[in-house]
């Protein structure tokens, strides 16, 4: 039983994520004939691995003297951690081999629930040419949960052929691949005992170039210079991932090299654009949300405690109590609907509107009244900082009326008040290659496959499923972000009102490594807005 139908079983894990950073130490042109790791330190050594890809909610994390998957919240249509090995590639012209300890000992128990642990080969011309090897669990069309190892041969992602031990029926066991350099064949093993040594059973055979395997031959299309890459994965559908439910152990590699180069021919990476808050000309996105206590600036000068919340949409609401001011029942909590913050002008706008009945000192009081300002700090006299604007209002005080028209407002703020205003956001960009399923199962590469995760400046994080982006030379990329999850919220929902575009999104190889070189990026959230230059979000 395959983890997946033909074709579609890891359309994520097979993506460019690897080593688009190789390590700095490894200038040298000799040859590892043995390198490992065994997770015992529970530290990620940063000269063998690369950064995480990760698709939805998957995690790898070392741990408990190995290396765990993990899935908190379950995605659609599923999970991805790949952790790309950067300390040695794997010579076309020399013969190499890869092995480590598999665990898997969840139950899958609905027809769309499946998982995978395992790791990957690459082509260094096609992320999508590559062969896998993997232990899973599966409840895929129904039936009881089963286990069982899987290898299959891929060609831009789609499958090619390639073994499956069926219901296996075990949670522990041992994958192999050895590359035959003289017939260009890579074999696959498994082992399903580690504990009592190995021993070795072959699950399936690939001619890479065009003959010789069992199962598949293809044609990488490689010389005697080029390297294969290495992943390793966890991967899940629809269902939720403990710690200690999924891990793998005692990784061991010979033969591997000193890589010559980046193996991505395609702009693939995780890119990381952050709101750069020492740029003034930038239009912030802000969030107001926070408690303010001070002393009011009017002559009575009563202490206040409030609670404001912006929502989503940039409303806000205010909860809270001011000496001698009670509602209409009596109650000194006051609860009221304060408005909102817009963009105006390219700032972050208080838009504030609101209407009091109940009483002022046990004096019958009615207030409505609406002002608006940016919301920035500025100097109200003295070297004071506070806020400005300009406002209007009709009151009525014990059958007295007050009112005012379009009158300049700048208020102190109370201590600590400006530390509330928070505008900080990020984005993370996963771009790897992508394949689009034609008839016959034949495929064909179309663009890049994008996804996002928006952390907003309340905190909140919104995360857009991988979709295919096609890229216009002229132009570049173009990628419109629109309801995604709100995966902070419980349970998790849709968020219809935070939005990102990117357009003329382009990239350049420096160093080995893919970054944006291009790109005008329009931002919409908490009811604000913004364009500016994709290249003023990007870090150091």
Not at 374 to 382: E, F, S, T
Not at 450 to 466: F, H, K, R, V
Request: proline share 6%; hydrophobic share 35%; aromatic share 10%.
């Amino acid at each position: 039983m395959k983890t997946f139908p033909p074709g579609t079983r890891r359309i994520f894990a097979l993506f460019l994520s690897l080593g688009l950073v190789y390590t700095a130490a490894l200038c040298s042109n000799r040859s590892f004939a043995f390198s490992l790791d065994d997770f015992n330190d529970n530290v990620k050594d940063a000269s063998k691995w690369g950064l995480d890809t990760i698709v939805g909610h998957g995690v790898l994390t070392e741990k408990n003297q190995r290396l765990e998957y993990t899935c908190s919240i379950p995605s659609v249509p599923e999970d991805d951690a790949i952790r790309p090995w950067v300390f040695t590639q794997f010579p076309y012209d020399t013969d190499w081999e890869i092995q480590m300890d598999t665990v898997n000992t969840t139950s899958p128990f609905t027809p769309f629930q499946v998982n995978s642990l395992g790791f990957t080969i690459q082509s260094p011309h096609n992320a999508l040419d590559d062969v896998y090897l993997e232990l899973y669990a599966s409840d895929l069309g129904g039936g009881p949960p089963r286990t069982g190892f899987s290898a299959q041969l891929e060609i831009n992602g789609v499958n090619q052929g390639g073994g499956d031990t069926g219901e296996a029926l075990t949670t522990t066991g041992a994958v192999r691949m050895r590359w035959n350099s003289v017939t260009k064949v890579l074999t696959c093993f498994y082992d399903t005992n580690p504990a009592d040594g190995y021993q070795w059973i072959e699950l399936a055979s690939f001619g890479l170039a065009g003959s010789g395997g069992t199962n598949a031959n293809v044609d990488f299309a490689m010389t005697d210079t080029d390297q294969f890459s290495l992943t390793l994965y966890g991967f899940s559908a629809g269902m939720i991932v403990t710690s200690g439910q999924i891990f793998m152990d005692n990784f061991i590699e010979t033969g591997g090299v000193v890589p010559s180069g980046p193996p991505s021919p395609v702009p693939v990476g995780s890119f990381h654009f952050g709101f750069p808050s020492n740029n003034p000309l930038l239009t912030a996105i802000l969030d107001v949300t926070g408690n303010y206590r001070g002393v009011s600036p009017t002559s009575s000068n009563r202490n206040y405690n409030i609670d404001v919340a912006e929502d989503e949409s940039g409303k806000c609401a205010v909860m809270g109590t001011m000496d001698g001011i009670k509602d209409a029942n009596g109650n000194p909590e006051i609860s009221v609907s304060a408005g909102a913050i817009a963009t105006v002008n390219g700032e972050p706008t208080a838009q504030l509107n609101g209407s009091f009945t109940g009483t002022r000192d046990d004096v019958n009081t009615t207030f409505s009244g609406m002002a608006e300002g940016p919301v920035k700090a500025i100097d109200v006299g003295g070297g004071t900082q506070g806020v400005g604007g300009t406002g209007s209002y009709s009151s009525n005080i014990g059958g007295v009326p007050f009112a005012g028209t379009n009158l300049p407002i700048r208020v102190a703020a109370p201590p600590g008040a400006l530390d509330n205003l928070k505008k900080d956001w990020s984005l993370r960009l996963d771009v790897r290659a992508s394949a689009a399923k034609g008839k016959k199962g034949k495929g064909k590469s179309k663009g890049q496959l994008m996804s996002a995760e928006l952390l907003l400046p309340n905190g909140d994080t919104i995360a857009y499923p991988g979709r295919t982006v096609k890229s216009s030379k002229k132009k570049g990329f173009t990628l419109s972000l629109t309801n995604g999850t709100n995966v902070s919220a419980n349970p998790p929902a849709i968020d219809t009102k935070s939005s990102i575009m990117i357009t003329g999104l382009q990239f350049v190889q420096q160093g080995g490594v893919w970054q944006p070189n291009a790109g005008i990026i329009t931002y919409h959230f908490l009811g604000q807005q913004g364009t500016a230059n994709l290249l003023d979000f990007v870090g150091p």
